[in-house]
């Protein structure tokens, strides 16, 4: 994973709710994550109010455009409990101890602990949902899908039959 550190690290913070520390560090992601200028432009370019609004918009309302991973696998069933588990499991086994507001399949929780450890297992097994999560983000006409774009483009390709 030569190089992609502050890649993901970047996009964590790109996919969190644009609060006003995100706006202050607007100018050090566009400068150390290139590959998100067209996210940290239209961010940069946006009143704080209609982003903050556009944020709610995408990802608040439904889950197609869920940040959860293990929704696209499991949805809202038992199995997901168990899915949560693993993902709390992993981030133990290197050392770290989830905390916070968010469940830890949280894709900015996902890609800080890509970031951190190297470790692009997560990534790679949910690569699917990923996949789809662009895919419908792009169909929306988001800025947030140049941050998926990024994102799984250091990613190997979905095995075939993957898709859950």
Same mark, same amino acid.
């Given at each position: 994973?030569?190089?992609?550190?502050?890649?993901?690290?970047?996009?964590?913070?790109?996919? #969190?709710?644009?609060?006003?520390?995100? @706006?202050?560090?607007?100018?050090?992601?566009?400068?150390?994550?290139?590959?998100? @200028?067209?996210?940290?432009?239209?961010?940069?370019?946006?009143?704080?109010?209609?982003?903050?609004?556009?944020?709610?918009?995408?990802?608040?309302?439904?889950? @197609?455009?869920?940040?959860?991973?293990?929704?696209?696998?499991?949805?809202? #069933?038992?199995?997901?409990?168990?899915?949560?588990?693993?993902?709390?499991?992993?981030? @133990?086994?290197?050392?770290?101890?989830?905390?916070?507001?968010?469940?830890?399949?949280?894709?900015?929780?996902?890609?800080?602990? #890509?970031?951190?450890?190297?470790?692009?297992?997560?990534?790679?097994?949910?690569?699917?949902?990923?996949?789809?999560?662009?895919?419908?983000?792009?169909?929306?006409?988001?800025?947030?899908?140049?941050?998926?774009?990024?994102?799984?483009? #250091?990613?190997?390709?979905?095995?075939?039959?993957?898709?859950?």
């Amino acid at each position: 994973m030569p190089g992609f550190e502050v890649l993901y690290q970047a996009a964590a913070l790109c996919l #969190t709710y644009p609060d006003e520390e995100f @706006r202050a560090r607007l100018p050090l992601l566009r400068e150390a994550a290139p590959q998100l @200028r067209v996210f940290t432009d239209h961010a940069a370019s946006t009143g704080q109010a209609e982003l903050e609004a556009h944020y709610v918009e995408v990802f608040d309302f439904k889950n @197609r455009h869920s940040l959860y991973l293990s929704w696209w696998s499991d949805g809202d #069933t038992r199995r997901r409990g168990m899915s949560l588990v693993r993902f709390k499991e992993l981030y @133990r086994v290197h050392g770290l101890e989830f905390t916070g507001e968010e469940l830890p399949d949280f894709l900015p929780a996902v890609l800080e602990f #890509t970031s951190r450890t190297g470790d692009l297992g997560l990534l790679v097994e949910h690569r699917d949902a990923l996949d789809q999560l662009r895919a419908r983000l792009g169909t929306a006409g988001t800025p947030y899908a140049c941050v998926l774009d990024a994102v799984c483009a #250091t990613l190997p390709p979905a095995p075939a039959g993957a898709r859950r």
